[in-house]
């Protein structure tokens, strides 16, 4: 009898250690980047005004909330340009204004995002970055390219709606 809960203690043990180590090993990324003709405080005023957000942006909507650091947002995600829309939460962390935009969210140990919004001018063009990397469990079953593609037609609207 102590020879089956030894034994079963070790399989529980084995499953415990996989599934940590999984949760710890979790980490992928995407990375967007655009060029935008126009001067870098267009280019943010057009990324922070959450009601002129909506007006262009049909990937990453705002629906509730306003950039502050500390405030949550409540967003519709939408990876497909025709797809459902997922909601989503997520807490701003960072702002350095006309530079940055930091938000984070998920769910601890299954899967968490840490995205960022980068600004940087030459003078004449802004570039837009968008990264965002991922961790935790589900990391190791999940491609995030739809993610990344869903990301650079973000930009492609930002772009067209400063530039147009």
Do not use: C
Not at 101 to 106: E, L, P, V
Not at 108 to 137: K, Q
């Amino acid at each position: 009898m102590n020879f089956l809960k030894s034994k079963w203690m070790v399989i529980t043990l084995i499953i415990i250690s996989v599934l940590f180590l999984l949760i710890l090993t979790g980490r992928k990324s995407v990375k967007a980047i655009i060029k935008i003709k126009a001067p870098q405080e267009e280019v943010w005023s057009k990324l922070i005004d959450i009601n002129e957000v909506k007006t262009w942006n049909r990937v990453l909507v705002p629906i509730q909330g306003e950039f502050k650091v500390g405030n949550t947002i409540k967003y519709e995600f939408y990876q497909d340009e025709n797809g459902k829309a997922a909601v989503m939460n997520a807490t701003v962390k960072k702002i350095i204004p006309q530079k940055i935009i930091n938000q984070k969210g998920g769910f601890p140990g299954f899967l968490t995002y840490n995205h960022h919004y980068l600004l940087s001018s030459d003078g004449t063009f802004t570039t837009v970055t968008i990264t965002e990397e991922y961790a935790g469990i589900y990391v190791h079953f999940w491609n995030p390219i739809l993610v990344e593609k869903a990301y650079e037609r973000l930009l492609t609207l930002l772009k067209k709606r400063i530039e147009e």
